[in-house]
């Protein structure tokens, strides 16, 4: 399971920010919601708290766009799993980029972000038949051209279970298919500093991320520093986005 993340903001953020900037955000992307629906999800939320914070603070910024690799990935013919989905943020961009829906899978452990995706989205109708949560990785060998993980390898703290999701990408991907994504980095390949209690529990250098890739079979194509990007994690000189990709061998 991924570390338990303290069900609160950041100093200077709070709820009914937050919650405004998001849907400014989704609305953004030509979602229209009802007279009052602030207010509506303001005190669900409130009662029953964010079950992570830091989501609702990036919900509306969808990553894979600006994914070196996106650009093969929307010429791509072959299925996609998005592993570790969160919200489905990439899903529906891979959706108004063209990418058919028919040939996207969604899977988490966790249905919370998934909710909270529908909550502001409101498109439980149109694309929640494909999100699947389970426990454990439902898929079973080659089924899949193109697997995405983003952001996932820096919540999971224990090796164990980094090393259970690397290689249920790997055995799921088909012979020759793709593994894509990012994760939290380290620029250079010196020290790792401690995340404290809002960054997330593991940061990887690029020769670490490429061990963890090589070492469930991958063969790593490329990995590419890029700057973090969000605007609300606190600064840190060193860090950065790592983006990967890296095949399966035919
Ligand atoms: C920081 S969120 C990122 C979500 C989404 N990929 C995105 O980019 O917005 C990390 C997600 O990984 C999921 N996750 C963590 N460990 C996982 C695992 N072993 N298998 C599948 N999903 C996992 C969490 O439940 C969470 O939704």
């Not at 849907?23 to 602030?38: D, F, H, L, S």
């Not at 498109?123 to 699947?132: A, Y």
């Not at 193109?146 to 279970?161: G, M, N, R, T």
């Not at 991320?209 to 990007?229: D, Q, S």
């Amino acid at each position: 399971m991924p570390a338990p993340k303290p069900l609160e903001f950041p100093p200077g953020k709070t709820l009914p920010e937050e919650l405004s900037a998001a849907m400014k955000r989704i609305e953004a992307t030509g979602v229209r919601y009802p007279e009052g629906y602030y207010q509506i999800l303001l005190e669900k939320y409130t009662k029953e708290g964010v079950f992570y914070p830091h989501i609702l603070m990036i919900i509306g910024e969808p990553r894979i766009n600006n994914h070196f690799y996106c650009s093969h990935v929307l010429k791509a013919t072959g299925n996609l799993l998005d592993y570790g989905c969160g919200t489905g943020d990439n899903v529906r961009q891979l959706i108004r980029d063209g990418f058919s829906r028919g040939r996207i899978t969604a899977f988490d452990i966790n249905r919370a972000s998934i909710d909270l995706g529908f909550d502001l989205y409101l498109d439980q109708d149109e694309i929640g038949d494909l999100f699947t949560v389970s426990e454990t990785f439902p898929y079973g060998p080659d089924q899949f051209d193109l697997v995405y993980s983003a952001s996932v390898f820096h919540v999971i703290v224990e090796d164990d279970i980094l090393e259970l999701y690397l290689s249920n990408a790997w055995s799921t991907i088909k012979p020759g298919g793709i593994f894509f994504g990012s994760t939290a980095g380290m620029k250079g390949e010196g020290f790792v500093d401690s995340p404290g209690k809002w960054g997330p529990p593991r940061i990887l250098t690029r020769d670490q991320l490429a061990g963890h890739l090589a070492g469930a079979g991958f063969e790593v194509m490329e990995i590419v520093e890029r700057p973090h990007g969000h605007h609300h994690v606190p600064h840190h000189e060193n860090r950065c986005v790592l983006e990967f990709c890296a095949k399966k061998p035919a």
